[in-house]
Protein backbone atom coordinates (compact mmCIF):
# COMPACT_ATOMS: atom_id res chain seq x y z
CA UNK A 1 0.00 0.00 0.00
CA UNK A 2 3.06 2.58 -0.54
CA UNK A 3 1.92 3.30 -3.52
CA UNK A 4 3.74 5.40 -6.49
CA UNK A 5 4.99 9.00 -6.33
CA UNK A 6 2.84 11.87 -6.05
CA UNK A 7 1.98 13.70 -8.73
CA UNK A 8 4.80 16.71 -9.20
CA UNK A 9 3.60 20.01 -10.48
CA UNK A 10 4.16 19.75 -13.53
CA UNK A 11 2.34 17.07 -14.06
CA UNK A 12 -0.59 18.49 -12.09
CA UNK A 13 0.01 21.57 -14.60
CA UNK A 14 -0.24 19.36 -17.26
CA UNK A 15 -3.58 17.38 -16.61
CA UNK A 16 -5.47 20.43 -15.10
CA UNK A 17 -6.80 21.47 -18.24
CA UNK A 18 -7.50 17.97 -20.06
CA UNK A 19 -9.13 17.68 -16.60
CA UNK A 20 -11.41 20.14 -16.64
CA UNK A 21 -12.51 19.98 -20.36
CA UNK A 22 -13.50 16.60 -20.41
CA UNK A 23 -15.36 16.94 -16.55
CA UNK A 24 -17.18 19.95 -18.28
CA UNK A 25 -17.92 18.19 -21.75
CA UNK A 26 -19.38 14.95 -19.60
CA UNK A 27 -21.00 16.96 -17.22
CA UNK A 28 -22.60 18.88 -19.85
CA UNK A 29 -23.61 15.64 -21.87
CA UNK A 30 -27.29 14.70 -19.96
CA UNK A 31 -28.64 17.64 -22.13
CA UNK A 32 -27.49 16.61 -24.86
CA UNK A 33 -28.73 12.71 -24.19
CA UNK A 34 -32.15 13.39 -23.56
CA UNK A 35 -32.24 15.70 -27.18
CA UNK A 36 -31.75 12.20 -28.34
CA UNK A 37 -35.06 10.59 -26.62
CA UNK A 38 -37.59 10.26 -29.32
CA UNK A 39 -38.70 8.47 -32.66
CA UNK A 40 -35.34 7.30 -32.76
CA UNK A 41 -34.55 4.46 -30.38
CA UNK A 42 -31.52 4.79 -27.99
CA UNK A 43 -29.76 1.87 -29.39
CA UNK A 44 -30.12 3.55 -33.29
CA UNK A 45 -28.99 6.14 -31.14
CA UNK A 46 -26.12 5.03 -29.15
CA UNK A 47 -25.13 3.72 -32.66
CA UNK A 48 -25.24 6.67 -34.46
CA UNK A 49 -23.34 8.02 -32.00
CA UNK A 50 -20.19 6.42 -32.25
CA UNK A 51 -20.35 5.86 -36.14
CA UNK A 52 -19.42 9.91 -35.54
CA UNK A 53 -17.12 9.56 -33.45
CA UNK A 54 -15.09 6.58 -34.75
CA UNK A 55 -15.23 8.66 -38.32
CA UNK A 56 -13.65 11.79 -36.29
CA UNK A 57 -11.25 9.68 -34.68
CA UNK A 58 -10.27 8.69 -38.34
CA UNK A 59 -9.89 12.06 -39.44
CA UNK A 60 -8.00 12.99 -36.22
CA UNK A 61 -5.59 9.40 -37.22
CA UNK A 62 -5.07 10.74 -40.61
CA UNK A 63 -4.22 14.16 -39.77
CA UNK A 64 -2.13 13.33 -36.78
CA UNK A 65 -0.51 10.83 -39.08
CA UNK A 66 -1.21 7.98 -36.51
CA UNK A 67 -1.08 4.51 -38.27
CA UNK A 68 -4.64 3.55 -39.54
CA UNK A 69 -4.20 -0.07 -39.71
CA UNK A 70 -3.61 -2.50 -36.82
CA UNK A 71 -2.47 -5.83 -36.77
CA UNK A 72 -4.70 -8.71 -35.65
CA UNK A 73 -3.61 -8.04 -31.97
CA UNK A 74 -4.48 -4.31 -32.19
CA UNK A 75 -7.89 -4.86 -33.56
CA UNK A 76 -8.44 -7.85 -30.57
CA UNK A 77 -8.01 -5.19 -28.30
CA UNK A 78 -9.97 -2.36 -29.85
CA UNK A 79 -13.05 -5.07 -30.08
CA UNK A 80 -12.72 -5.90 -26.40
CA UNK A 81 -12.66 -1.94 -25.72
CA UNK A 82 -15.37 -1.46 -27.82
CA UNK A 83 -17.89 -4.34 -26.28
CA UNK A 84 -17.11 -2.82 -22.86
CA UNK A 85 -17.17 0.97 -23.45
CA UNK A 86 -18.94 1.41 -26.54
CA UNK A 87 -21.34 -1.06 -26.81
CA UNK A 88 -22.39 -2.52 -23.50
CA UNK A 89 -21.92 0.46 -21.35
CA UNK A 90 -23.74 2.96 -22.91
CA UNK A 91 -26.51 1.26 -24.18
CA UNK A 92 -27.15 0.39 -20.55
CA UNK A 93 -26.49 4.17 -19.44
CA UNK A 94 -29.48 5.58 -22.01
CA UNK A 95 -31.31 3.18 -21.27
CA UNK A 96 -31.19 3.97 -17.78
CA UNK A 97 -32.18 6.62 -18.14
CA UNK A 98 -35.40 6.21 -19.66
CA UNK A 99 -36.01 4.61 -15.66
CA UNK A 100 -34.17 7.41 -13.18
CA UNK A 101 -32.72 11.02 -13.73
CA UNK A 102 -29.31 11.89 -15.46
CA UNK A 103 -28.58 13.14 -11.50
CA UNK A 104 -28.83 9.83 -10.41
CA UNK A 105 -26.89 8.32 -13.31
CA UNK A 106 -24.40 10.52 -12.99
CA UNK A 107 -24.17 10.10 -8.95
CA UNK A 108 -23.78 6.28 -9.68
CA UNK A 109 -21.06 6.46 -11.79
CA UNK A 110 -18.70 8.01 -10.35
CA UNK A 111 -18.51 4.38 -8.38
CA UNK A 112 -15.67 4.26 -11.70
CA UNK A 113 -13.25 5.74 -9.12
CA UNK A 114 -13.47 2.66 -6.46
CA UNK A 115 -13.95 0.17 -9.20
CA UNK A 116 -11.14 1.69 -11.59
CA UNK A 117 -8.92 1.06 -8.25
CA UNK A 118 -9.46 -2.18 -8.06
CA UNK A 119 -9.33 -3.62 -11.48
CA UNK A 120 -6.29 -1.34 -11.79
CA UNK A 121 -4.44 -3.10 -8.47
CA UNK A 122 -6.10 -6.62 -9.42
CA UNK A 123 -4.92 -6.52 -13.27
CA UNK A 124 -2.50 -3.87 -13.57
CA UNK A 125 -0.63 -4.45 -10.44
CA UNK A 126 -0.78 -0.95 -9.75
CA UNK A 127 -0.59 0.25 -5.67
CA UNK A 128 -2.98 2.47 -3.54
CA UNK A 129 -1.77 4.80 -0.71
CA UNK A 130 -3.85 5.77 2.28
CA UNK A 131 -3.78 9.09 1.87
CA UNK A 132 -5.16 8.47 -1.43
CA UNK A 133 -7.80 6.07 -0.52
CA UNK A 134 -8.86 8.61 3.06
CA UNK A 135 -8.98 11.28 -0.13
CA UNK A 136 -11.69 8.74 -1.86
CA UNK A 137 -13.70 8.29 1.14
CA UNK A 138 -13.97 11.77 1.88
CA UNK A 139 -15.08 12.00 -1.82
CA UNK A 140 -17.49 9.09 -1.83
CA UNK A 141 -19.45 10.27 1.05
CA UNK A 142 -20.19 13.10 -0.55
CA UNK A 143 -21.23 11.29 -3.54
CA UNK A 144 -23.77 9.33 -0.79
CA UNK A 145 -24.96 12.45 0.56
CA UNK A 146 -25.85 13.70 -3.72
CA UNK A 147 -27.34 10.56 -3.72
CA UNK A 148 -29.51 10.29 -0.82
CA UNK A 149 -30.68 13.52 -2.45
CA UNK A 150 -31.13 12.80 -6.22
CA UNK A 151 -33.31 9.82 -4.22
CA UNK A 152 -35.77 11.91 -2.41
CA UNK A 153 -35.78 14.35 -5.81
CA UNK A 154 -37.34 11.56 -8.32
CA UNK A 155 -40.63 11.34 -9.24
CA UNK A 156 -39.85 7.71 -11.11
CA UNK A 157 -41.80 4.63 -9.08
CA UNK A 158 -39.60 2.02 -7.42
CA UNK A 159 -39.83 -0.11 -10.15
CA UNK A 160 -38.48 1.80 -12.51
CA UNK A 161 -35.81 3.42 -10.23
CA UNK A 162 -34.80 -0.25 -9.59
CA UNK A 163 -33.93 -0.98 -13.05
CA UNK A 164 -32.36 2.07 -13.68
CA UNK A 165 -29.50 1.65 -11.27
CA UNK A 166 -29.71 -2.17 -12.16
CA UNK A 167 -28.46 -1.16 -15.57
CA UNK A 168 -26.49 1.89 -14.30
CA UNK A 169 -24.62 -0.12 -12.00
CA UNK A 170 -23.55 -2.72 -15.11
CA UNK A 171 -22.84 -0.12 -17.04
CA UNK A 172 -20.21 1.33 -14.61
CA UNK A 173 -18.61 -1.73 -14.53
CA UNK A 174 -18.29 -2.33 -18.12
CA UNK A 175 -17.18 1.11 -18.02
CA UNK A 176 -14.38 0.49 -15.54
CA UNK A 177 -13.02 -2.54 -17.54
CA UNK A 178 -12.47 -0.50 -20.52
CA UNK A 179 -10.71 2.11 -18.89
CA UNK A 180 -8.35 -0.13 -16.92
CA UNK A 181 -7.66 -2.64 -20.15
CA UNK A 182 -7.19 0.53 -22.49
CA UNK A 183 -4.25 1.36 -19.75
CA UNK A 184 -2.80 -2.49 -20.29
CA UNK A 185 0.78 -2.62 -22.16
CA UNK A 186 -1.14 -4.22 -25.30
CA UNK A 187 -3.11 -1.21 -25.70
CA UNK A 188 -0.58 1.38 -25.01
CA UNK A 189 1.45 -0.22 -27.83
CA UNK A 190 -1.24 1.20 -30.08
CA UNK A 191 -1.56 4.97 -31.05
CA UNK A 192 -4.66 6.53 -28.95
CA UNK A 193 -6.21 8.03 -32.43
CA UNK A 194 -5.59 4.35 -34.14
CA UNK A 195 -7.14 2.82 -31.02
CA UNK A 196 -10.40 4.98 -30.31
CA UNK A 197 -10.97 5.23 -34.43
CA UNK A 198 -10.93 1.58 -34.38
CA UNK A 199 -12.67 1.06 -30.91
CA UNK A 200 -15.84 3.44 -31.43
CA UNK A 201 -15.85 1.40 -35.26
CA UNK A 202 -16.32 -1.94 -33.60
CA UNK A 203 -18.70 -0.66 -31.01
CA UNK A 204 -21.04 1.08 -33.51
CA UNK A 205 -21.27 -2.41 -35.93
CA UNK A 206 -22.10 -3.87 -33.05
CA UNK A 207 -24.46 -0.93 -31.45
CA UNK A 208 -25.81 -1.20 -35.36
CA UNK A 209 -26.33 -5.26 -34.65
CA UNK A 210 -27.77 -4.83 -31.21
CA UNK A 211 -30.05 -2.37 -32.27
CA UNK A 212 -31.49 -4.17 -35.53
CA UNK A 213 -32.24 -6.65 -33.33
CA UNK A 214 -34.14 -5.48 -30.49
CA UNK A 215 -35.85 -2.50 -32.01
CA UNK A 216 -35.76 -3.00 -35.57
CA UNK A 217 -34.46 -1.70 -38.73
CA UNK A 218 -33.01 2.30 -37.90
CA UNK A 219 -34.79 5.27 -38.23
CA UNK A 220 -33.44 8.76 -38.14
CA UNK A 221 -34.83 11.95 -36.88
CA UNK A 222 -34.43 15.27 -38.61
CA UNK A 223 -35.18 17.42 -35.92
CA UNK A 224 -32.05 20.14 -35.88
CA UNK A 225 -31.94 19.00 -31.97
CA UNK A 226 -31.46 15.93 -32.09
CA UNK A 227 -28.52 16.01 -35.31
CA UNK A 228 -26.97 18.86 -33.52
CA UNK A 229 -27.39 16.70 -30.28
CA UNK A 230 -25.99 13.96 -32.00
CA UNK A 231 -23.06 15.33 -33.26
CA UNK A 232 -22.03 17.06 -30.17
CA UNK A 233 -22.00 13.72 -28.21
CA UNK A 234 -20.19 11.57 -31.26
CA UNK A 235 -17.48 14.18 -31.85
CA UNK A 236 -17.31 16.67 -28.87
CA UNK A 237 -18.35 14.29 -26.10
CA UNK A 238 -17.03 10.87 -27.67
CA UNK A 239 -13.84 11.47 -29.92
CA UNK A 240 -12.60 14.55 -28.02
CA UNK A 241 -13.30 13.55 -24.45
CA UNK A 242 -12.23 9.93 -24.63
CA UNK A 243 -8.93 10.64 -26.13
CA UNK A 244 -8.53 13.23 -23.23
CA UNK A 245 -9.65 10.94 -21.21
CA UNK A 246 -7.49 7.47 -21.68
CA UNK A 247 -4.62 10.06 -22.09
CA UNK A 248 -5.61 10.86 -18.49
CA UNK A 249 -5.66 7.43 -17.19
CA UNK A 250 -2.41 6.61 -19.34
CA UNK A 251 -0.50 9.28 -17.26
CA UNK A 252 -1.95 9.36 -13.89
CA UNK A 253 -3.73 5.79 -13.68
CA UNK A 254 -7.09 4.48 -13.63
CA UNK A 255 -8.01 5.46 -10.02
CA UNK A 256 -7.03 9.00 -10.32
CA UNK A 257 -8.49 9.42 -13.44
CA UNK A 258 -11.43 8.19 -12.63
CA UNK A 259 -12.03 10.98 -10.67
CA UNK A 260 -13.69 12.80 -13.50
CA UNK A 261 -16.72 10.99 -12.81
CA UNK A 262 -16.85 12.23 -9.26
CA UNK A 263 -17.17 15.42 -10.63
CA UNK A 264 -19.57 14.78 -13.42
CA UNK A 265 -22.42 15.15 -10.84
CA UNK A 266 -21.42 18.65 -9.67
CA UNK A 267 -20.71 20.18 -12.82
CA UNK A 268 -24.30 18.71 -13.97
CA UNK A 269 -25.93 20.38 -11.44
CA UNK A 270 -24.24 23.20 -12.20
CA UNK A 271 -25.74 23.59 -15.45
CA UNK A 272 -28.97 22.45 -14.02
CA UNK A 273 -28.71 25.18 -11.87
CA UNK A 274 -28.10 27.57 -14.85
CA UNK A 275 -30.49 26.19 -17.16
CA UNK A 276 -33.47 24.09 -15.23
CA UNK A 277 -33.07 26.66 -11.87
CA UNK A 278 -32.07 23.81 -9.98
CA UNK A 279 -32.31 24.25 -6.18
CA UNK A 280 -29.13 22.71 -3.67
CA UNK A 281 -30.35 21.19 -0.81
CA UNK A 282 -27.76 21.25 2.26
CA UNK A 283 -26.92 17.38 1.86
CA UNK A 284 -26.17 18.20 -1.99
CA UNK A 285 -24.40 21.40 -1.11
CA UNK A 286 -22.09 19.24 1.94
CA UNK A 287 -21.89 16.69 -0.51
CA UNK A 288 -20.45 18.72 -3.52
CA UNK A 289 -18.13 20.48 -0.78
CA UNK A 290 -16.76 16.84 0.32
CA UNK A 291 -16.33 15.49 -3.60
CA UNK A 292 -14.19 18.20 -4.14
CA UNK A 293 -12.19 17.95 -0.89
CA UNK A 294 -11.89 14.38 -1.69
CA UNK A 295 -10.64 15.11 -5.13
CA UNK A 296 -7.76 17.45 -4.05
CA UNK A 297 -6.91 14.81 -1.01
CA UNK A 298 -6.59 11.96 -3.30
CA UNK A 299 -4.34 13.90 -6.21
CA UNK A 300 -1.84 14.99 -3.31
CA UNK A 301 -1.54 12.00 -2.10
CA UNK A 302 0.53 8.98 -3.28
CA UNK A 303 -1.66 7.59 -5.57
CA UNK A 304 -1.92 4.62 -8.41
CA UNK A 305 1.18 4.33 -10.70
CA UNK A 306 0.32 5.41 -14.39
CA UNK A 307 2.10 2.30 -15.84
CA UNK A 308 1.41 -0.97 -15.39
CA UNK A 309 4.32 -2.79 -12.55
CA UNK A 310 5.40 -6.21 -14.15
Not at 13 to 20: K, Y
Not at 34 to 57: D, E, I, K, N
Not at 126 to 149: D, E, T
Not at 232 to 261: E, H, M, P, Q
Amino acid sequence: MSGAAPLDKGTQGRIALPFAVVTLIWGSTWLAIHSQFGPVSTQWSVCYRFAVGGLAMFAVAAATKAPLRMNATGHGVALVLGIATFMINYNLVYAAELHITSGLVAVLFSLLVPLNAIFARIFLKQQLSRPFLLGSGVAMLGVALLFIHEWRATDRSPHDVLIGIVFTLIAVTTASVGNVFQGSARARATAMPTLLAWGMSWGALLDALFAWVTSGPPTFDLRPSYIAGLLYLGIIASALAFTLYFNLIRRIGAARGGYVNVLIPVIAMGFSTLFERYRWSVEAAIGGALVLIGLVLAMRARGDAAAPRR
